[in-house]
């Protein structure tokens, strides 16, 4: 989801630059740095996410596949492929809500993308065009967003009203003036959505975990013999334990995006302090951790 998002947190360092006076060199390249580990980290949980409810679902199909055999003899029952067919339409609305959301989020990292240019430029005006664009395409996919999304995220929380710090000024106040709300709103919808993701992969997963025991551990048992008993207590434990840590770090992401919205604002109204900074390295280096534990096993 959050691909490219370094440039996103550059854009924030280069706000604070302008709100927050002479800030550590050092203390942003961590910050930058850290956002383009929590952008190929939450990239990475957004592909997991698919994958799992891909498996869930093929775990429900099989599993009634042996009902049907059970009931009908040697011959599942034709309904399986309507079966099939409905929860692969399933696992295709999820999907097209999480590439929706990606694309999402690439726009609105171009949307930053071009704050940078904006912030640096001496003849705006081809960027102020690039921004304009760009801000129409964001909106027409957040009406997507809000039509794929199974909950509603058309409902945004309250925000007292968004000051621009005095420092800030020309083309890159009066963008920010024109759009501070509606940025706000759109990772506050990602934020949303992230988090909403996070409670189906648990759902997903706690199925996978049930229906893989069954058929994996529990119906050897009922066999005659087990041919190799080291190999089934293997099996048990990978499925009992697999996934545990993407629950965990989905959840971690969903946090650090709320952590992110917090720094945006922060940033335009010049209160960016080094705790914020620093709290913000630390949660995605964990999340970093979470991830890089995953892929290693």
Known sequence: MMKNFHKTLAVIVIIATF????????????FAESG???AEATNSLLDTAGQIKIKATSEQVLKSRRDRIQVNGNKPADGIVNTYNELSEQDKKRLSLINELRKHNELL??????????ADSDSPVRTEKAVENITAQLEGSGSKLLNLSPIKIDK???VTEIVLDSRINGSLRRELEKRKYTIYGEITRQ?????????????????????QEQRLVIEPLKSESIDNEDAWI???????TQNAEIILAIDKASNNLNKFKELFLASIEGELTSKQLNSFIQETNSLSALISEKNSH
């Open 191 to 211: 934020e949303k959505l992230l988090k909403f993701i996070s409670k189906l992969v648990e759902e997903d997963v706690g199925t996978i975990q049930d229906l």
């Open 234 to 240: 293997n099996t048990r434990l990978t499925v009992l």
């Open 36 to 38: 383009i580990v929590f």
């Open 156 to 158: 945004l929380p309250s």
């Open 109 to 118: 990292q171009a949307y930053f993308s071009k704050l940078i240019e904006l």
């Open 19 to 30: 709100t927050s006076g002479c800030r550590s060199t050092d203390e942003y390249k961590k």
